[in-house]
């Protein structure tokens, strides 16, 4: 994702959710895509444009002077991707207001991650004492409790872990042992 300069291409910060490199010549061709979708007749100004025959960029204005692209393979659902960049150059536009665009590079990740991240929910939930707290700790590198079975009451601060493959985002939850579940 790169949020660009409309004028010259100028990349004002880029952050990368995807293993997708997109260069500065990419950039210029893109400009190029941009300008000849502006001045077409009958396309939506929101159309993507074709980078280099394998990347899909999708734009949004931010502010009327710069450009915010999320680059894709070309193999998600177009108006998906098209809503995603809309709302992220409407949450970068707001975030600029009492901001300095220095702000925006710093917490770009924070301001768009929402948008790219799909969040799963996974509960380990049984009877006590069968090992939920102690599977949990192990799938995060911790050592079990110490001296055996200790149960987990309420909700304790360790009792939820979230964990990021590459823009998934699972969060591991741990409930006390029930009798009925």
Known sequence: MLLIEKADGNVVVKTR????????????EFLAGYHD???TDGLAQ????FVAERHKVFHGSVDGDMLLLLVTDGRDEDRVIQHRVREGAARVSTALRGNSI???RDNLDDILGELIFTRFKVSFVGSGGVGKSTLLRLLFGKEPAPGGY??????????SETIQFGTFLVT????????VF
Not at 46 to 49: K, R
């Open 150 to 159: 200790v149960p987990t009451i309420n909700v304790a601060v360790d009792s």
């Open 37 to 39: 979708l502006r001045t």
């Open 46 to 49: 929101d159309t993507p444009v």
């Open 172 to 179: 591991v939850w741990d409930f006390a042992g029930q009798s």
């Open 17 to 28: 959710f995807w293993r997708i490199d997109f260069l500065e010549t990419d950039i210029k």
């Open 102 to 104: 220095g702000y925006i």
